[in-house]
């Protein structure tokens, strides 16, 4: 149920920015829907459930190899904090490790993209100037998810 409830939430910020962004810029009124077909030469039905990531969302940029982007300010609502990489991850909170089915894993935040490292993968996965996230996981896992889910979520007017 916790679960749902963030995924809820995230979906709600993501899809909350996009739109409120969105409607900025084509000037449009927040009270003022009944004219949202075409006008002023082109067509305002931008199939609000596809766009996920990109500029003025909470998710930038997915990449399967680095991971996942977020805005300075979806980092800043999720309260994400991070501590530095050091030789070891000696003194790494127990709260900082995601448990997925079995296993434990961190989300490593490397050139600005936030990945979940496998417990069987830490060895050699953390380079100096890596982070690790310890604080705000719990959203940035539903965040996680969510950049690689390929269902669309849209919303009515």
Do not use: N, W
Request: negative net charge; proline residues 1%; contains cysteine.
């Amino acid at each position: 149920m916790k679960k749902i409830f963030l995924l809820i939430l995230l979906i709600g910020l993501v899809g909350c920015e996009a739109h409120h962004d969105e409607h900025e810029e084509h000037g449009h009124d927040e009270h003022k829907h009944e004219e949202h077909d075409d006008h002023d030469g082109h067509d305002h039905h931008h199939g609000h459930g596809a766009e996920k990531t990109g500029e003025g969302m909470a998710i930038t940029k997915v990449d399967k190899e680095h991971g996942f982007q977020l805005s300075k300010e979806a980092q800043k609502r999720l309260a994400i904090k991070t501590t530095l990489y050091k030789k070891s991850l000696k003194g790494i909170p127990d709260s900082a490790y995601v448990v997925v089915g079995k296993e434990r894993a961190l989300y490593r935040k490397r050139a600005g993209f936030f990945k979940l490292i496998d417990e069987h993968e830490l060895t050699g996965a953390f380079v100096k100037g890596d982070e690790i996230v310890v604080s705000g996981i719990g959203l940035l896992r539903v965040s996680d998810i969510f950049s690689t889910d390929e269902s669309e979520y849209g919303h009515a007017h």
